[in-house]
């Protein structure tokens, strides 16, 4: 398997644009999660879902953020209107999930975005 | 919060063991410890795992104490690709989410 794959892996941006970051989770991985990592706040969980289905999106920053899971095979993190604030690194993982007992988080490379 | 407390920062000399230290001293009986680590400009891999005896992989071994309240990442032989950010983490058997706390910066030194 070739992984978690993000797309793009670098976006720069201007403020007020729309930005959309993509997310190919491990095939059969039922659990999927979008962090965001900046140097003051470390890694931040965003949002998972379970099953396409999204379980907690407490860790969203505001509703500038939205995240979907139309398919088991690819999931969304759109940011509108970006702003400078938002540049950081934005990692999505997955795990096979289903409750497992012990269960491991595979990452994807990240997509780094500028909001210039 | 992240339900552990890891050291900012720890130097070991290239061919050398290096332990990462990790308190979890809030952990509850079905709690695994995960080890976790991020390669500059990577996303975070996991290393290994373990609930209460010690666990070996091909990557490092992992030393729990027998009260749980803390544990020991070893990397046997520290080379300078091990240079990274160590994440220790508790996370309940019925848990999605992993909590990532700040970390142990690891630097091998030549």
């Known amino acids: 398997d070739a992984g978690v794959i993000q797309s793009p892996r670098h976006e720069v941006t201007e403020m007020g644009q729309e930005v959309t970051l993509r997310c190919k989770p491990i095939?059969?991985?039922?659990?999927l999660f979008w962090y965001r990592q900046t140097m003051m706040r470390g890694l931040e969980l965003l949002i998972y879902f379970n099953n396409n289905v999204p379980i907690d999106d407490s860790g969203m920053p505001e509703d500038r953020f939205s995240a979907k899971m139309p398919n088991a095979s690819f999931s969304t993190l759109k940011i509108q209107p970006s702003e400078p604030r938002d540049s950081a690194v934005y990692f999505c993982?997955?795990?096979?999930?289903?409750?497992?007992?012990?269960?491991?988080?595979?990452f994807g490379a990240g997509t780094r975005l500028s909001v210039l | 919060d992240a339900k552990t407390t890891q050291p900012p920062s720890m130097d070991c000399a290239e061919g050398r063991a290096a332990n990462l230290p990790c308190n979890h001293s809030t952990i509850s009986g079905n709690e695994y410890v995960y080890w976790y680590r991020q390669i500059h400009s990577q996303g975070p891999q996991y290393i290994i795992h373990?609930?209460?005896n010690n666990e070996t992989n091909e990557m490092a071994s992992l030393i729990i104490t027998e009260d749980r309240k803390s544990s020991t990442l070893i990397l046997p032989h520290a080379t300078l690709r091990d240079t990274a950010v160590y994440y220790c983490i508790v996370r309940g058997g019925r848990d999605d989410k992993i909590i990532f706390g700040k970390g142990t910066r690891l630097h091998i030194l030549p």
């Open positions: 095939s059969g991985h039922n659990s």
């Open positions: 993982a997955s795990q096979p999930g289903n409750g497992r007992a012990v269960d491991i988080q595979y």
């Open positions: 373990g609930l209460k």
